[in-house]
């Protein structure tokens, strides 16, 4: 990068600093590309100062200057007010970076804002959108569904019980009774479908090992032998403001999933499920920026997700096993998101890996 005069730069900064808050990478430069402005996630993704940026060519941090010349030509000409395309970033003692270059003109005709999007951070927070959206989606269904089901149900039980009550055939009372306990079970699956809108949100402090250590003493009360629960904790994690209860209910569906996927191992005894828990720094996940991030992954080393519900698999009612209500992802994904958090998923056969991602003060 050569550097050059920065026409204009004077109170930029000041105007312009909101952009150290956004996760994208964001420059604003004149019409001839000299950087006036650039914010935190570009200085980091150059391996540069902000300093030593300031004044240089922008196009000069591409492999290929000449495409942002003639985005540059066509804002000089008006003829846009918007232009994307996909480009190659340079940096320092890296390979350079794939992203997705926007150039959009704002209201000062001299300035010009170039925001750039790494493609696979693009094609990350896409998965997350869709992720928050279907969460978003599957809540209403959900609500409505049960609602809708609960009234008839309570009819159906209600009229079972009558009629019981007029028969004199024992083979009859013994279809009543077979009616009367559908009716109860449905009643309870509704129950639990409605039971995250229902329950309050109790907040308090909470240290997400203690979370951790308690789901671990319940798995390995249900699976005593052939499984080994692996602790990798940072003990540095500041305890945060949530609902405790809650977390280790979301925990313990995941942990339970995976130790029920791993009945293989379990009985060659070599299933392993581990907990490990991390300090993300300007972390990004349902469009937002985050200083710091909670990221507790729970691994395990059983078979993996099977392809054919691995986008699906925190839709209500899907499940990869046989006699599996569905529902234990799809709670533990709305707790999580109950406190400003994300569940990812990644899997593959033999490394399954749930990442839970919540805000930290």
């Known amino acids: 990068m050569s550097a050059a005069a920065a026409p204009g730069a004077s109170g930029v900064a000041g105007r312009f600093q909101s952009l150290d808050l956004l996760a994208t ?43 942002l010349d003639n985005a540059l030509s066509g804002a000089r000409g008006n003829e846009f007010a918007a232009l994307r395309y996909d480009a190659f970033l340079r940096r320092a003692a890296h390979d350079p970076l794939p992203v997705h270059v926007v150039v959009a003109q704002t209201e000062n005709s001299t300035e010009v804002v170039v925001e750039l999007l790494p493609l696979e951070q693009q094609t990350r927070q896409e998965r997350e959108e869709r992720l928050i959206d279907q ?4 809540k209403e269904l959900i609500r409505n569904l049960a609602h809708e089901i609960k009234n008839p149900l309570g009819g159906i039980r209600g009229a079972a019980q009558l009629l019981q009550m007029e028969l004199d055939s024992k083979e009859l009372i013994e279809y009543t009774q077979v009616i009367i306990h559908e009716a109860d079970r449905l009643q309870s ?34 699976f005593p032998r052939g499984l080994k629960v692996v602790r990798d904790y940072d003990i540095s994690i500041p305890e945060f403001r949530g609902d405790r ?40 996940f349902g469009k937002q920026r985050y200083r710091l991030a909670l990221e507790l992954h ?4 059983g078979p993996g997700v099977p392809d054919s519900i691995k986008d699906r698999i925190f839709f209500p009612l899907v499940s990869g096993r046989d006699g599996g209500s569905g529902l234990g992802l799809t709670l533990a994904q709305t707790f999580v998101q109950q406190h400003h958090g994300l569940i990812e998923c990644e899997s593959t056969p033999g490394h399954t890996d749930f990442k839970i991602l919540i805000p930290l003060p």
Not at 204 to 209: L, M
Not at 268 to 276: E, L, Y
């Open 25 to 67: 990478l964001v420059a604003v430069v004149d019409l001839q590309g000299h950087v006036l402005y650039a914010n935190a996630a570009l200085e980091d993704a150059l391996g540069m100062s902000r300093r030593s940026i300031t004044g240089a060519r922008m196009q000069d941090c591409f492999t290929d200057p000449l495409l």
């Open 135 to 138: 969460a978003q989606a599957n």
């Open 189 to 222: 699956l509704v129950d639990r479908l409605l039971a995250p809108h229902r329950r309050p949100h109790v907040v308090g402090d909470v240290n997400i090992h203690e979370v951790c250590e308690r789901v671990r003493s319940l798995i390995l009360a249900e």
């Open 245 to 284: 209860e809650q977390l280790i209910q979301a925990v313990l569906n995941i942990a339970h999933n995976a130790a029920q996927a791993l009945s293989e191992r379990i009985a060659a005894g070599d299933a392993r499920i581990t907990f490990r828990t991390r300090v993300g720094r300007q972390v990004t």
């Open 298 to 301: 729970v691994m395990d080393n």
